[in-house]
């Protein structure tokens, strides 16, 4: 598995990354059910005089690859060369299904077209912005086990050499038996493995680098309710070695819609995204977009922190739109663009915060150089975030920054660290600050909760008496006393890699293709 050096530190997403990635270009195989999408629109004006039925003028069809085969169409659409290994039918949405993949650039000589095979399709009606009726058609009885022989044989060949495979498993009944035994039985097994099943249990045996179920798919997991109405990621958390034992992982990733993700790592690693509010266009395959995304960036070395907040992206890009779709890695680009250079002035920071009070919505801050982003810092905004419902973080100036750092600081001018911290998913709003401590900030924008991490107790900061002065909270969060700056600035100019959990540099290339998503 190829590797860039850049992205292996990489602790927070800028345009340029999703660039990176194309340009890496990994082989991944995606493996799992194919399906044909169809969107059929239309208008009606009138009820059908045989039965209580509106009468559907058909103006449009579109068809699109769905399933595993939309996890394909999105893993290659962010510059991955893509082999896919699946089943359909010798029928019209088989062949549609074929062409659809190949005109995307993607190796189908793994897509087994049987004649004893119906392709599954799923046609949604639409009248307006509205799911009128959704038209299934699927397999009527079990595969045929000559069709399931060939698939097994084309997972040996479409895996081999490759940087990553993703199993997408939907529960029609194909990747049991030969399949999943071909998959067991590898010998030139990819350095990644990413299953995203209806039910990750039965691969728990292939022992995978990440699994990926949704809040309902870990509901049923544990057999646990997942009430949006409760704190879903708590429970979840507080399940964690339930979810290992069951999935077999050595990361799991729960997708919680609305809520964002929770990454849960063996090694006690946590991380959370946060999903960007959408309204609802019937958008169909998010979960397909974020898996693919977050493949593609972990097959190219990206961290597993950073890949997940790359599939947030990937996803919050999707569900905005209608139907089933793609996210590419210009769409990539644009949506992180809007972040850069996006520190707001005080005064207009004050009136946004005072809509968010109005909404009854606790208003956290922190401060700080920010100035090369790391691990340390993400995983500080992350527990930041979960002290209340809107974080703001304000950055030192330039000038603060040489004042308290020194000359050869800031490394990243304002505007460039301001862009990506507003990035990062955890993140509401940024501002920026000319004095040496944020005191005059906090004054002007009243915080709920101030928030500073490091060696500090409240007593030793002087903020702490402006924020109880008019009833705020000041909270220190936790340390990682192996994650500095000053370690990051020392080991770029240096040029050689970091240890894993210290400071001192490596003395000899780690090895590469193990575990590729063991570590954050």
Same mark, same amino acid.
């Given at each position: ?12 997403l800028?345009?340029?990354? &999703?660039? =990176? ?14 399906m ?23 103006t ?8 595993a ?40 000589s ?22 009128? $009726? =959704? ?15 060939q698939? %097994?044989? *084309? ?15 939907? !529960? ?11 998959l067991?039985e ?10 995203? +099943?209806?039910?990750p249990?039965p691969?728990a ?9 949704? %809040? ?7 057999k646990?309710?997942?009430?949006p ?20 992982? %050595?990361?799991?990733?729960v ?10 790592? =063996? ?6 995204t ?8 019937? $958008? ?10 977050? %493949?593609v960036? !972990?097959?190219c ?19 905005s ?18 972040f850069?250079?996006d520190?707001?002035?005080c ?20 401060n ?6 790391h ?13 209340g ?12 920054? !040489?004042?308290?750092k ?6 990243? &001018?304002?505007?460039? !660290?301001?862009?990506?911290l507003?990035?990062?998913s ?44 008019y ?18 600035v ?13 400071? =001192? &540099?490596l003395?000899?290339p +780690?090895?590469?293709?193990?575990? *590729?998503a063991?570590?954050?």
């Open positions: 598995m190829r590797s860039d050096p850049i992205l292996s530190i990489c602790s927070a800028t345009p340029d990354i &999703p660039v =990176r990635l194309r340009y890496m270009s990994p082989v991944i195989t995606v493996i799992g059910d194919a044909l999408d169809g969107w059929w629109h239309g208008h009606s004006e009138r009820m059908a005089r045989e039965a209580p039925a509106p009468v559907v003028a058909m449009r069809k579109q068809f699109v690859p769905g399933g085969a939309n996890t394909a169409m999105n893993v290659a659409s962010m510059g991955a060369r893509v082999r896919f290994v699946g089943l359909a039918g010798e029928d019209e949405s088989g062949l549609r299904l074929r062409d659809e993949l190949d005109h995307a650039g993607i190796d189908v793994g897509l087994i077209l049987h004649p004893g095979v119906t392709t599954i399709t799923k046609n949604r009606i639409i009248v307006g912005d509205q799911v009128l $009726a =959704r038209l299934d058609e699927a397999q009527p009885g079990e595969y045929p086990a000559e069709a399931l022989e698939v %097994a044989a *084309a997972v040996g060949r479409a895996t081999s050499g490759v940087a990553a495979q993703l199993i997408c498993d939907y !529960r029609t009944g194909m990747l049991p038996g030969p399949v999943r035994r071909a067991l590898q010998t030139d097994r990819p350095p990644l493995t990413v299953v995203d +099943a209806h039910d249990s691969w045996e292939l022992r995978p680098d990440i699994v990926t179920p949704n %809040a309902e798919e870990t509901a049923q997991l544990l646990v309710p997942l009430d109405a409760t704190d879903r990621v708590r429970t979840v958390l507080d399940l964690a070695p339930r979810l290992f034992h069951d999935t077999g992982a %050595a990361s799991v990733i997708t919680l819609d609305r809520d964002g993700t929770v990454m849960m790592g =063996r090694d006690g690693t946590q991380y959370r946060w999903a960007q509010p959408a309204a609802d266009k019937q $958008a169909s395959g998010a979960g397909d977009t974020f898996v693919a995304a977050l %493949a960036g !972990r097959s070395g990206l961290p597993l922190t950073t890949s997940l907040d790359l599939a947030q992206c990937a996803a919050d890009v999707v569900v739109r209608f139907g089933t779709s793609v996210c590419s890695t210009s769409d990539l680009v644009a949506h992180l663009a809007q850069s250079d520190a707001l002035d005064d207009e920071l004050v009136r946004q915060l005072s809509e968010q009070r109005k909404a009854g919505r606790r208003i956290v801050l922190t700080g150089c920010f100035d090369v982003l691990r340390g810092h993400t995983a500080f905004l992350n527990q930041a975030k979960r002290l419902d809107v974080l703001v973080v304000a950055i030192n100036s330039d000038d603060s920054v !040489r004042r308290l020194g000359d050869g600081r800031p490394i990243n &001018p304002v505007a460039d !660290r301001a862009g990506v507003a990035a990062l955890c993140v509401d709003y940024v501002t920026t600050f000319e004095t040496d401590t944020p005191v005059p900030l906090i004054e002007r924008i009243r915080p709920d909760i101030y928030a500073k991490g490091g060696d500090y107790r409240a007593e030793e900061l002087a903020e702490t008496e402006v924020v109880r002065g009833g705020g909270d000041v909270r220190i969060l936790d340390y990682l006393p192996a994650h500095s700056t000053t370690a990051v020392r080991r770029i100019r240096s040029e050689r890699p970091l240890e894993r959990g210290s400071e =001192r &540099p003395e000899r +780690a090895r590469r293709g193990t575990n *590729a063991g570590s954050a």
